[in-house]
């Protein structure tokens, strides 16, 4: 049995992360934890879920957490997922990470604490998402940089951050694939007289509203012809899916810092 700890565990993946684990032959759930001051701790974790008692309660002690489980899966915030990264790395611990909205400075933080443990980052846990990057690369290195590369992102209005971590991975696929950096040709937004696009830009559009649970577009516009990639997700579960497939995989592994594509074996890149 791989023992799993989830942090975050009464947000809405947190949620959905329980009840996968709960649902699992293999894994056992042996904790959660939430902000302190939050409605759920306290309580039963499984009854949280909407599942029948289980026995482990919801705390706020991470570092227990972390010593406990195999794997801790996290899907927090950018500040909470840094300092979950060196619990992580302190006590030697698989951590699965879903957050999003991380700056290069958190960014760069997670990568040192991988030295000591093995964290899987992934900006999108579901399997067509990453499949769809793997494409994206494929694309653009086939496309010469007469093809613009646009690309359109919609969310369900809670989501904080812009454009999504999907959306800026989908990008770098891209730019991997022309063989440039993508802050050097990203355009995150355009308002007012913006002047003609220029040749090799990578420019993105972010749409917010209503549940949607995430829409990602890729558009490689031509004189002449325009290839559009497209993957809607209308479950949350798919990324909760990936999120223990990854747990699974990393289980046990050596330090590093692993991608999604490494969870799933991807060699389209
Ligand atoms: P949410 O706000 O519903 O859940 C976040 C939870 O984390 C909350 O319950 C909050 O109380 C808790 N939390 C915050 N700080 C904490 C701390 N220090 N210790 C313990 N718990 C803490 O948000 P959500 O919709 O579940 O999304 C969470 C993150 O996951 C976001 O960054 C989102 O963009 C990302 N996300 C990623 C994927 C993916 O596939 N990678 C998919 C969906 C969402």
């Known amino acids: 049995m791989i023992k799993i700890g989830i942090v975050g565990c009464a947000g809405r993946m947190g949620l959905m992360l329980v009840r ?23 309580r039963d974790l499984a009854e949280v879920a909407g599942r029948p008692a289980s026995g482990v309660v919801v705390g706020i002690d991470a570092k227990t957490l972390f010593r406990q489980a195999d794997v801790v899966i996290d899907f ?9 990264a060196g619990l992580a790395a302190e006590t030697r611990t698989a951590h699965v990470v879903g957050t999003t909205g991380m700056d290069p400075t958190l960014t760069a933080a997670l990568g040192d604490h991988a030295a000591r443990a093995p964290i899987v980052v992934a900006p999108n846990y579901s399997i067509g998402v990453n499949l769809l990057t793997a494409l994206v690369t494929q694309v653009a290195r086939t496309l010469d940089p007469s093809y613009d590369i646009e690309i359109v992102e919609m969310h369900h209005r809670h989501k904080v951050d812009a454009p999504s971590g999907t959306a ?12 440039v950096a993508l802050d050097t040709v990203w355009k995150k937004s355009r308002d007012g007289i913006t002047g003609e696009r220029p ?8 749409l917010r509203g209503g549940d949607v649970v995430g829409d990602h577009t890729v558009i490689f516009a031509a004189e002449g012809e325009r290839l559009e990639l497209a993957h809607r997700a209308s479950s949350r579960q798919v990324f909760a899916k990936g999120a ?7 289980a046990g592994r050596p330090p590093g810092l692993y991608s999604m594509a490494d969870v799933l074996g991807l060699t389209l890149r």
């Open 20 to 42: 996968e684990v709960l649902d699992g032959a293999d894994i056992e759930l042996i904790g959660g934890t939430e902000r302190p001051g939050a409605d759920a701790v306290g």
């Open 76 to 84: 927090t915030s950018p500040a909470a997922t840094v300092e979950h």
């Open 168 to 179: 800026l991975g989908l990008g770098r696929a891209a730019a991997e694939g022309r063989g």
């Open 199 to 206: 040749a090799g830009e990578i420019g993105f559009a972010t």
């Open 244 to 250: 223990i497939r990854a747990a699974r995989w990393v």
